[in-house]
């Protein structure tokens, strides 16, 4: 009898730019996908240059990972002329051939599509869940307009997916969201930001005034605001929970998705290494058994704890949201670690003296302890005690025994953000380049 094998679905991250890009491949991503600075949505992320670009694509590709990049705009006629010099950009700076080759374009609109297909026949096309895309009939005609993938829309059940997947062709890709924020309208149907605030959702510039508090003013009584209470700290009328599956890998497995999402290209490096390291372990641990997935299931649900978020929802997958799917007394998020820095180099005893040399100050930082460089990112002092990120999935618990600034000068504290300090540890063991550190907030 042929023994069906199932393909290890792809875990695909959010880059908002090359710290979390770097981030999310040294913690497990198989793929990860970007904005140009032109025409991807998401217009707060930092967002890449073409040079950046570049870098990024080799970078990904020196790991053997993949990397997307969007251009999921709804274009106006306007656009369309930034759209093609956009892609010749793109194919004059080598991005469609050669080590510097991006995997995907991400794409919506069907004259960015037809564009894309012209300039650069080369890169695959993948349909964005800005498209909506909620049928087999869809997948089905992208496929015959050669996509490759199609994202699907949020609002799909896991039942749905399955039915897509028995009615499109078997080498085309389904892409769903697994982590992440969702958006109380179809995504991308929404104009409350447009209305509110000038800043177009559909062009990335959403301010997510879903989320925001709201009263009632009658005409004749201005300034007078009647307040809408559902408790007595007002009401967020359509703040949704998060997307989490971590809990139900196997049923998107079974539902035959090939790739699986996380939203967020502006989140930090931190989010980034919680999701991207939780899921890849989720993921593998799921591939080896099903009892150890099982069984490891509250280290998942500990760590993913640990990004910020606003409660967890499974979204449309069982059924649809109803009342518990929304946030009804805050619109802020659980926020339960600080994020300290990213290691960028390590100093040990043998490279210390080179490392160092014409550095000034304390003889004792030639000790076997080593030395970890960091650019801060949030305030920690000396004597704290914080956990580095390994990339397997542990924790590795640390007092900081020594602040040093850039000339070596001791420290008790790093107060100033984006401050290139170096850190004495109480323990190196296992500590290597490109880990996370954070703190437990009290
Ligand atoms: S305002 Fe809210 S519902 Fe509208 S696009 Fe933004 S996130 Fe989605």
Known sequence: ?????????????????????????????????????????RAKADNFSIEEMKEAVR?????GKKVYVTVNIFAHNDDIE??????ETLHNEGLDSGDTAIDALLISDFGIFTLAKEILPDIDIHISTQANNTNYMTYNFWYKQGAKRVVAARELSLKELKKIRDNIPEDMEIEAFMHGAMCISYSGRCLLSSYFTGRDANKGACTHPC???????????????????????????????DLCMIEYIPEMIAAGIDSFKVEGRMKTALYVAAVTRTYRKAIDDYFESEELYRANMDYYREE?????????????????????TQIYDNNTYVNNYIYLGCIEEVITKESS????????????????????????????????????????????????CGI???????????????????????DTDGIRPGMIIRVKRS
């Open 1 to 41: 009898m042929e023994q069906i094998v199932i393909k290890k679905p792809e875990l695909l991250i959010p880059a908002g730019g090359m710290d979390t890009l770097k981030v999310a491949i040294d913690y497990g991503a198989d793929a990860v996908y970007m904005g140009g600075q032109k025409f991807g949505l």
């Open 59 to 63: 970078y990904v590709h020196a790991h």
């Open 82 to 87: 930034g759209v093609r010099e956009y892609f």
């Open 211 to 241: 989320r925001w508090k709201y009263a009632i003013v009658e005409e004749k009584r201005p300034g007078e605001y009647l307040p809408v209470e559902e408790d007595d700290r007002g009401t967020y009328i359509f703040n949704s929970k």
């Open 304 to 324: 993913i704890a640990a990004c910020t978020y606003r409660q967890f929802t499974t979204g449309f997958y069982f059924h649809k949201p109803d009342e518990n």
């Open 353 to 400: 003296a080179d490392a160092l040399d014409g550095l000034t100050g304390d003889s004792d930082l030639n000790s076997d302890t080593g030395l970890f460089v960091i650019h801060q990112k949030n305030k920690f002092s000396v004597g704290e005690k914080v956990s580095v990120m390994a990339f397997d999935g542990s924790n590795i618990y640390v007092a900081v």
């Open 404 to 426: 040093y600034d850039e000339k070596m000068n001791p420290m008790e504290s790093a107060p100033h953000p984006k401050q290139l300090i170096y850190i004495k540890f109480s």
